[in-house]
């Protein structure tokens, strides 16, 4: 998890809309946490004018050239975090529409935003872009750039696809920002039949990123994430001091303790005991009425045994096999688990497993449905 916080480290708290909606309004919001002041160079007047201008000759700080995308025949010099990158101008112009504003229409002192910065001084022109991306991110974005087709046969992990997002979402590579945001979807998918019993890893990871670049989409399975695992706190730290995990909006960490507490209270409940099953009257009728086991005809050929003999195989299958326990957290996986043992082989009726079921499968999307109302509201 160390890992997971260093490539999230430098995105931001802000929340957006999902990918679908407001991709302009995202496109600045995956920047550092806790922002760097830009490197220190004089604001110049031009002769004739009444405002700042961000065409300046820089005090020079030290930089280095990136080693794999400073391009010897390119012709734009970019820098971020003391990186400098060398890239083509024309698949800059054709990929980003963040570049395609600063390239074509920096003379008239319309930069993309605030943080951008132009360097001109006898050994060429530098394109500054300050908290705008990172090193790190521009270059998965650029290796991504480089060669599409590696991650489309085989879909990128998370700690790839992040950065490639935040860059994305920052310097508008829209087409790039959609395919990622596509494999991150599929992958956190919200649908309840796309649960797994195995959890997720990067869980808090996913929800600062989602948050940052307007990607929510996503969040409501990583919260439930969070809540299924027995992770008592989110703030556990290392030997050093340090968080082991991504640190999550106050908000969110709140929606994980309530959801926490639904999914416990909502286990606690369900297989505790046997209750009474919808029975038919007569072997081939239609009317269903609800009897408990005890008033059952154990004569009739479609009968479940008697209920002692079902409540010593429901704590054989339940609790000594130790499914209660391993689902305390989760009970919308636990209640799979009940719907897939073979009850029929246990000599339950056809009626009694149908209609238990049903409710269970009532109660998984119930939660699974109450959860929408804890997520906060980010917009």
Known sequence: MEQNLTALQKVSDDSTAPVSANKDDAKTRCKTKGKRKATDGTISKEPGKGHSHKRVKSNSVATRKHEDFYISDANIVIEVDGVLFKLHRS?????????????????????????????????????????????????ALLKF????????????SFLIIAPIICAATALRFETYRTWAARVLEQTWSSYLKDLTLEPKEDAAGVIVLARSCGLNIVVKRALY????????????????????????????????????????????????????????????????RRVSLAERDWDDPDKCPPQTTQQVTWNERVHESGLY????????????????????????????????RAAWRKIQQKVWTEMDKLIPDTE
């Open 91 to 139: 698949r800059l112009v054709a990929k980003s529409l963040f570049f395609a504003q600063l390239l074509e229409n920096y003379d008239k002192d319309n930069f993309p935003n605030d943080d951008v910065r132009v360097e001109i001084d006898d050994k060429g022109t530098v394109y500054h872009l300050g908290n705008t991306t990172t090193a790190d991110d521009l270059a």
């Open 145 to 156: 750039d480089d060669n599409p087709t590696e991650y489309y046969f085989q879909p990128p």
């Open 225 to 288: 994430e969070l809540a299924r695992t027995r992770r008592i706190s989110l703030h556990d730290n290392d030997v050093f001091g340090q968080s082991v995990l991504p640190q999550i909006d106050r908000a969110d960490e709140r929606c994980v303790g309530l959801m926490k507490e639904v999914l416990v209270t909502t286990w606690s409940e369900v297989p505790v005991r046997i209750d009474t099953f919808p029975y038919r009257d007569k072997p081939f009728s239609n009317k269903i």
């Open 325 to 356: 326990t391993k689902f305390l957290f989760d009970p919308v996986c636990g209640v799979q688990e009940l719907i897939n043992i073979p009850w029929k082989e246990e000599g339950w009726c056809t009626d009694c497993i149908r209609s238990r």
